[in-house]
């Protein structure tokens, strides 16, 4: 610091206010911004979702926004929400997308810091010994000195900080809204592995009772041919359907013990036996989300993967800013006030006050070429963004669009399924009864019970896809998993820009 022991106060006031009158009037300037004015790409989709056809998805006129949904409006088994709850607590990709947004939130901070003086305060105190070599005598020389002062502020006159705090500010809410995203494909992923746990359960009972049914069956045919009523080849048919229905069984348990190790995986914890589900999981578990009156491209931009990817594209934004702001001389300010004097005792004494004040400028002269290179690269990376925003809006509308269309006849197959199990039911029924009867032998039977078991196994499959196109269609049109009480995300209005 550069100290002035003699200077008079009567002086001093005078030049330090208007220091600072000077250093505000270009503070103010510096909430120029030179970024190009932001302008959301056209999405690159079109404007209605059409299942089939030209026909458009209507639904109720008084249906919420599904983005405003809570996922307990969804997934009304008690089990299941219990088990989504555990999911949200113990996950650990979700615990890594939190600390990620504390990450992100503590780098603005600190780029937001650097629009402000940083004011330090420092004390010293020297002591230097010199000897005289003609007289051999020595002295020491001391020296005190206290300071409070600003050192290297840059007065943002052309917006080059601002620009990378506000690009700073939109990675947190990029990084806000990623963490939204994967709580909602967490919740999503979570359903549907307790669904296809419950159909694997399910499909496992079937074959379970099947395999009783087909035991049963091999001890009558058994007993008959030991009194000469059917033939070996009737038992030998019989022992076939037994020998199948073993092999499916072993297949489910084991299906089934995967689907549970995976759902243990999604949750981060084990699942409890009490939260298990049962054969009516499936057929009640979800609730259709309502669909708002009219669907168009527009309710897919609220998505938390598409927001997130704008705020991506905003921050590029704001570093063209940056970019262009550095081909401009950069003012810094060093100033600081204090006392000095020869010896501590007498450093509060008057005539001990010092200042300095040290305006610094900086202009680029020649950087080969290498400011423009970086206007360059912030240029290319905004082009690079607005390409992957418009890919995440491609893929939304896709993701929305097959839902869509699985939905429109999900119902007409649930129902033609539903008919044709029953219809086997009758035939397999028939068939058994005309085989002990002995109109039949055992092979017209044994082919009525294959096609029950195809049927019911087939119906569980679909019963489970009509399920899980609930929860797709949640999901991919935006539903509201971030809800939580007591963890709420920020937004953009939270903040000052």
Same mark, same amino acid.
């Given at each position: 610091?550069?100290?002035?022991?003699?200077?008079?106060?009567?002086?001093?006031?005078?030049?330090?206010?208007?220091?600072?009158?000077?250093?505000?009037?270009?503070?103010?300037?510096?909430?120029?911004?030179?970024?190009?004015?932001?302008?959301?790409?056209?999405?690159?989709?079109?404007?209605?979702?059409?299942?089939?056809?030209?026909?458009?998805?209507?639904?109720?006129?008084?249906?919420?926004?599904?983005?405003?949904?809570?996922?307990?409006?969804?997934?009304?088994?008690?089990?299941?929400?219990?088990?989504?709850?555990?999911?949200?607590?113990?996950?650990?990709?979700?615990?890594?997308?939190?600390?990620?947004?504390?990450?992100?939130?503590?780098?603005?901070?600190?780029?937001?810091?650097?629009?402000?003086?940083?004011?330090?305060?420092?004390?010293?105190?020297?002591?230097?010994?010199?000897?005289?070599?003609?007289?051999?005598?020595?002295?020491?020389?001391?020296?005190?000195?206290?300071?409070?002062?600003?050192?290297?502020?840059?007065?943002?006159?052309?917006?080059?900080?601002?620009?990378?705090?506000?690009?700073?500010?939109?990675?947190?809410?990029?990084?806000?809204?990623?963490?939204?995203?994967?709580?909602?494909?967490?919740?999503?992923?979570?359903?549907?592995?307790?669904?296809?746990?419950?159909?694997?359960?399910?499909?496992?009972?079937?074959?379970?009772?099947?395999?009783?049914?087909?035991?049963?069956?091999?001890?009558?045919?058994?007993?008959?041919?030991?009194?000469?009523?059917?033939?070996?080849?009737?038992?030998?048919?019989?022992?076939?359907?037994?020998?199948?229905?073993?092999?499916?069984?072993?297949?489910?348990?084991?299906?089934?013990?995967?689907?549970?190790?995976?759902?243990?995986?999604?949750?981060?914890?084990?699942?409890?036996?009490?939260?298990?589900?049962?054969? !009516? &999981?499936?057929?009640?578990?979800? /609730?259709? =989300?309502? #669909?708002? +009156? %009219?669907? @168009?491209? $527009?309710?897919? *931009?609220?998505?938390?993967?598409?927001?997130?990817?704008?705020?991506?594209?905003?921050?590029?934004?704001?570093?063209?800013?940056?970019?262009?702001?550095?081909?401009?001389?950069?003012?810094?300010?060093?100033?600081?006030?204090?006392?000095?004097?020869?010896?501590?005792?007498?450093?509060?004494?008057?005539?001990?006050?010092?200042?300095?004040?040290?305006?610094?400028?900086?202009?680029?002269?020649?950087?080969?070429?290498?400011?423009?290179?970086?206007?360059?690269?912030?240029?290319?990376?905004?082009?690079?963004?607005?390409?992957?925003?418009?890919?995440?809006?491609?893929?939304?509308?896709? !993701? &929305?669009?097959?839902?869509?269309? /699985?939905? =429109?006849? #999900?119902? +007409? %197959?649930? @129902?033609? $399924?539903?008919? *044709?199990?029953?219809?086997?039911?009758?035939?397999?029924?028939?068939?058994?009864?005309?085989?002990?009867?002995?109109?039949?032998?055992?092979?017209?039977?044994?082919?009525?019970?294959?096609?029950?078991?195809?049927?019911?196994?087939?119906?569980?499959?679909?019963?489970?896809?009509?399920?899980?196109?609930?929860?797709?269609?949640?999901?991919?049109?935006?539903?509201?998993?971030?809800?939580?009480?007591?963890?709420?995300?920020?937004?953009?209005?939270?903040?000052?820009?």
């Amino acid at each position: 610091m550069i100290r002035h022991p003699h200077s008079s106060a009567p002086l001093r006031r005078p030049v330090l206010h208007g220091i600072a009158w000077l250093a505000t009037a270009i503070a103010l300037a510096g909430c120029v911004s030179m970024a190009p004015h932001y302008r959301r790409p056209a999405a690159p989709v079109p404007a209605k979702l059409v299942v089939s056809g030209d026909m458009s998805i209507d639904g109720a006129a008084d249906a919420p926004d599904i983005a405003d949904i809570h996922w307990r409006q969804v997934f009304v088994d008690d089990r299941l929400q219990q088990v989504v709850a555990l999911a949200l607590e113990h996950n650990r990709d979700l615990r890594v997308a939190v600390l990620e947004i504390e990450k992100a939130r503590a780098q603005y901070r600190i780029q937001r810091a650097s629009l402000f003086p940083l004011v330090n305060a420092s004390a010293s105190q020297t002591a230097t010994r010199t000897d005289a070599s003609a007289t051999g005598a020595s002295s020491v020389v001391r020296s005190a000195a206290l300071d409070v002062g600003i050192s290297s502020w840059e007065l943002d006159m052309f917006g080059r900080v601002r620009s990378l705090k506000d690009a700073a500010l939109d990675e947190y809410f990029s990084t806000a809204q990623a963490q939204r995203a994967t709580r909602l494909s967490l919740v999503a992923e979570v359903a549907n592995a307790w669904l296809t746990l419950a159909a694997d359960r399910e499909r496992l009972a079937l074959a379970e009772r099947t395999l009783a049914s087909q035991s049963r069956t091999e001890e009558l045919t058994r007993h008959r041919h030991a009194q000469g009523m059917v033939s070996g080849l009737d038992v030998a048919q019989v022992r076939t359907g037994v020998e199948r229905a073993r092999v499916d069984a072993a297949t489910y348990a084991t299906r089934a013990t995967q689907s549970r190790s995976a759902l243990d995986l999604l949750l981060g914890t084990p699942l409890p036996d009490a939260l298990l589900p049962d054969a !009516e &999981a499936i057929d009640s578990g979800i /609730a259709l =989300a309502p #669909l708002p +009156a %009219r669907i @168009d491209s $527009q309710a897919l *931009l609220q998505r938390p993967d598409v927001l997130a990817a704008e705020h991506t594209l905003r921050a590029a934004n704001a570093d063209i800013g940056a970019a262009r702001a550095a081909f401009f001389p950069r003012i810094s300010l060093s100033a600081s006030a204090g006392r000095g004097s020869d010896a501590l005792s007498s450093l509060f004494d008057a005539g001990a006050r010092t200042w300095s004040f040290v305006p610094t400028i900086s202009v680029p002269i020649f950087r080969a070429g290498a400011l423009k290179a970086e206007l360059d690269v912030a240029r290319i990376q905004k082009d690079v963004t607005v390409a992957r925003y418009e890919r995440s809006i491609q893929s939304a509308f896709r !993701e &929305a669009a097959d839902a869509l269309a /699985a939905r =429109a006849l #999900l119902d +007409a %197959r649930l @129902d033609a $399924q539903r008919g *044709l199990v029953v219809a086997t039911r009758r035939s397999h029924a028939l068939a058994v009864a005309r085989y002990r009867s002995g109109v039949d032998s055992y092979l017209e039977a044994l082919d009525a019970q294959r096609a029950l078991y195809s049927a019911e196994q087939e119906y569980i499959g679909l019963r489970l896809s009509e399920a899980s196109n609930r929860i797709d269609l949640y999901k991919v049109l935006g539903g509201g998993a971030d809800a939580v009480v007591g963890d709420v995300a920020a937004t953009p209005a939270d903040f000052t820009r």
